[in-house]
């Protein structure tokens, strides 16, 4: 009687037909898997969620100053930056009463804005969201990722890009006291 025998791997291991395959399903698995979980997009959700709560922050210290103060804090200039430079801009110095700490976006490259009515009656903030037009809160959602400039900007002369340094970002995130339309 014969007996034959059979090898399906060679001495040397697996064939290249079987690590081509193991690879490709090893491929389609981590796209899946990128895809359902878009990490890249999660972090820009929280970037966001981040800008918002810091406005928010701010709105409500901007509410304690006007209840002691009939208005709100005048400014010079539109931009809030960072407290721990040498130095504090005007909008900082008169909020640290209101504040413990003046928040700022964590993007070296953004800047939130904040813009007083020359009566200081009325105030606008901004930021600029990374998921931009995609947010549902931003000023005008749409499908552009930039999304769309807040149009209490134009109205009151603020530059649409004053959200950033060097003007790559534009202010697409606003709220504003109640006599006010972002």
């Known amino acids: 009687m014969l007996h034959f025998k059979f090898s399906h791997t060679s001495q040397l291991g697996h064939t290249l037909i079987e690590k081509l395959i193991v690879f490709g399903i090893i491929i389609i698995v981590s796209a899946f898997l990128f895809s359902v979980f878009d990490p890249l997009s999660r972090l820009d959700e929280m970037n966001d969620s ?7 922050k701010i709105k409500t210290a901007l509410q304690a100053y006007y209840q002691d103060h009939g208005s709100y804090p005048a400014s010079s200039n539109y931009y809030i930056t960072r407290l721990d430079t040498t130095e504090i801009n005007e909008i900082e110095r008169s909020w640290i009463p209101y504040m413990d700490n003046v928040p700022y976006d964590n993007n070296s490259q953004k800047r939130y804005v904040y813009w007083v009515s020359d009566t200081g009656q009325s105030y606008l903030l901004y930021a600029s969201l990374d998921r931009g037009g995609l947010d549902k809160e931003a000023c005008f959602p749409d499908s552009n990722k930039n999304g769309t400039p807040c149009s209490g900007l134009q109205i009151n002369n603020i530059p649409k890009d004053e959200c950033s340094k060097g003007g790559k970002y ?13």
């Open 50 to 56: 981040k800008r918002k709560e810091d406005l928010n």
């Open 170 to 182: 534009i202010c697409n995130f606003g709220i504003s006291s109640s006599n006010l339309t972002p």
